[in-house]
């Protein structure tokens, strides 16, 4: 059992190991990872992280501008997909200054079969010190019984 209820007062908790994943973690060197995982009838999935920028430390834009700003990443998919897939993205960490409002845009845009944009988007007074995208394809792959027709 990899969770084991255990008795705290009145209540019970439940403690999770959970498993390294049992596929490899590719790095780019930017900060992105992501696993390929086949999940059958020529269906895969492949998943990533990105911190998109961190401008506290450095006074950058998204801190101390104002007005439209924008952060765009490119990502690519190794291996690529047989045709565009179907790409969900979220924000997984935020760091906002809470004396202003906290606008946040985060859209996949131009997605591919090799890969999409990432873009984080705010305007106003807001002032954002970083965000961390996640995001995850799901989509056609090439297959080890696919044939190559010459």
Known sequence: MIGRPRLAGPFFFVSFIIPPLSRGILHDGNGESSSMKHIGNGIGTLQGSRVMFSDFADGGEMWTGNGNRESRFHVS???PFREPPAVTVG???WDMDHKTNSRADLVAENVTAKGFNLVFRTWGDTRVARIRADWLAI???R?????DVV
């Open 91 to 93: 924000i997984s960490m």
């Open 77 to 79: 998919f190794k291996p």
């Open 139 to 141: 989509g056609a792959v």
């Open 143 to 147: 297959d080890d019984d696919d044939w």
